[in-house]
């Protein structure tokens, strides 16, 4: 089985410059979720969607930063403008919402940004 | 909101003894916890979970235990190897949400 697939896996660009990262949940999974990962702050949660839908977005840092879910299987998180602060790994997760109870997230091997 | 603390933040170990890492949660609402390794360079990996209706989970060398009174969950690894070495996080959820709250995670080193 494919598990959830992130693009690129490494991305260097310019301050100023344009980033989109790239989502594929695992297929059947409902529920897709975009975090962030640094030394200083941990994982960070920054969004996710339930069915396609954005659920809680309070962890988006500020307007700089927007994610879509087009459809099931496909997912954006874009940076415009990028500053140096955002350097960072950042992870796509995904989930079902089948059955009762906490839903285990399944982790993409996450795409390392690095902002000059 | 929910809230995760893990203890300690790093481990050092002998290879063949046993390692634990303690975490503490907040809502006495949170059903499922979940915990990962994540590896240099990956993805967080998930290695064992424990729902609340249970108090403890084995699965080979790792085992996690769960006190709802106390609101706390561990996770044990025993006969330590090189490969076990690792960043390890535990997350807490809601019954009844998705979002995870994750520890703030250990880093594990076993010496050859």
């Known amino acids: 089985d494919a598990g959830v697939i992130q693009s690129p896996r490494h991305e260097v660009t310019e301050m100023g410059q344009e980033v989109t990262l790239r989502c594929k949940p695992i297929?059947?999974?409902?529920?897709l979720f975009w975090y962030r990962q640094t030394m200083m702050r941990g994982l960070e949660l920054l969004i996710y969607f339930n069915n396609n839908v954005p659920i809680d977005d309070s962890g988006m840092p500020e307007d700089r930063f927007s994610a879509k879910m087009p459809n099931a299987s496909f997912s954006t998180l874009k940076i415009q403008p990028s500053e140096p602060r955002d350097s960072a790994v950042y992870f796509c997760?995904?989930?079902?919402?089948?059955?009762?109870?906490?839903?285990?997230?399944?982790f993409g091997p996450g795409t390392r940004l690095l902002v000059l | 909101g929910e809230n995760v603390e893990q203890h300690p933040s790093t481990l050092s170990v002998q290879e063949g003894d046993s390692a634990v890492i303690k975490c503490t949660y907040s809502d006495s609402a949170s059903n499922y916890f979940p915990w990962y390794k994540q590896e240099l360079g990956k993805g967080p990996q998930l290695i064992i979970d424990i729902r609340s209706n249970v108090g403890e989970k084995k699965d080979q060398r790792i085992a996690v235990t769960l006190n709802k009174t106390a609101k706390h969950f561990s996770l044990h690894i025993t006969e330590t190897q090189p490969e076990d070495s690792a960043v390890y996080f535990c997350?807490?959820?809601?019954?009844?949400?998705?979002?995870?709250?994750f520890g703030t995670g250990t880093s594990l080193t076993v010496i050859p």
């Open positions: 997350a807490a959820t809601l019954n009844t949400g998705n979002q995870f709250y």
């Open positions: 297929s059947g999974h409902n529920s």
């Open positions: 997760a995904s989930s079902s919402n089948l059955g009762t109870g906490g839903k285990t997230q399944y």
